[in-house]
C-alpha cells in the first residue's frame, strides 16, 4: 500500500477511534472544564505521547502477541482498571473553593509547576487502556506489511500521535471557550464528581470484561 493512501486510511479510521467516547476523551474533558485551557492542552499532549507505547510495540510485532495472551491483557486490565478507578476517586473527591470575596468558586486550576503532573496523567491513561494493543493489531494490519521501511512504520505512528494531539486539543480548545468556561465554572466540582462516576464506570467495565485469547 503506498505511503499516501495508508495515511488516509489509518486519518479516517483513527479520527473515528479517537471521537468515540472513553476514558481519554472523558479525562479530557474533565481536566478542560475544571481546571482550564492550558491543563486541558497538556493532558491532550500526554494522552497523544501514551500512543507512543502502543506504536513501538505495535512496530516491532508485540501487539499480536498480547492481545493473543491471556495473560498479558489481564495484566493490563488490571493496571488500566485499577488507574482509571484511581482517576474517578480523585473526581469524586473534588470539592468546591472559596475566591477571595468568599464566594464559592470552581476547582482550583492546576499550578505551572505540576505540568508534568497533568502530562503524566494523560500518559497513564492511554498506555495503560488495554484496548488498545487490539486496536493496534487491527489499524496496523490494515497499513503495514512485513517488508515496509521503519521511516514508513515512524512516519504512521507520529502521524497517529499528531491526530490524537490535534483532535483532543480542539476538545479543549473548544470546552475552554469563554461562554463554556463561565457556564461551569460555578459547577466544576459537580463536573469533577459526575465526570469522576464516569471514569469509575470505565474503570468497573475494564476489569469485569471477560479477557479471552
Known amino acids: 500500500m503506498e505511503m499516501l493512501h495508508g495515511l488516509v486510511v489509518i486519518t479516517f479510521v483513527h ?3 479517537a471521537a468515540s467516547p472513553g476514558p481519554d476523551f472523558v479525562l479530557v474533558t474533565q481536566q478542560t472544564l475544571s481546571r482550564g485551557r492550558r491543563v486541558g492542552l497538556l ?3 500526554g494522552i497523544a505521547l501514551g500512543l507512543s507505547i ?6 516491532f510485532g508485540l501487539a499480536a502477541v498480547i492481545a493473543n495472551s491471556a495473560e498479558a491483557l489481564w495484566a493490563i486490565k488490571l493496571l488500566g482498571g ?3 478507578l ?5 473526581g469524586l473527591r473534588s470539592r468546591p473553593t472559596l475566591n477571595e470575596a468568599g464566594v464559592v468558586a470552581g476547582s482550583v486550576p492546576d499550578a ?6 497533568v502530562v503524566g496523567t494523560g500518559f497513564l491513561c492511554n498506555a ?3 484496548k488498545a494493543p487490539i486496536y493496534f493489531v487491527a489499524l496496523f494490519t490494515i497499513v503495514l506489511s512485513p517488508a515496509m521501511p521503519l521511516y514508513q512504520i515512524a512516519i504512521y505512528g507520529a502521524w497517529i500521535m499528531l491526530l490524537q494531539l490535534g483532535w483532543f486539543s480542539a476538545v479543549a480548545l473548544l470546552l475552554s471557550t469563554p461562554r463554556i468556561q463561565r457556564a461551569f465554572q460555578r459547577g466544576s466540582h459537580w463536573i469533577d464528581r459526575v465526570l ?3 471514569m469509575i464506570a470505565l474503570g468497573l467495565k475494564v476489569l469485569m470484561t471477560r479477557v479471552s485469547s
Not at 502502543?54 to 512496530?59: G, T
Not at 484511581?86 to 480523585?90: P, T
Open 15 to 17: 479520527l473515528l477511534a
Open 43 to 45: 493532558c491532550s499532549l
Open 54 to 59: 502502543h506504536i513501538v510495540y505495535s512496530a
Open 82 to 84: 485499577a488507574y482509571l
Open 86 to 90: 484511581y482517576l474517578g476517586i480523585k
Open 112 to 117: 505551572p509547576h505540576s505540568a508534568w503532573r
Open 128 to 130: 495503560l487502556n488495554p
Open 196 to 198: 469522576g462516576a464516569a
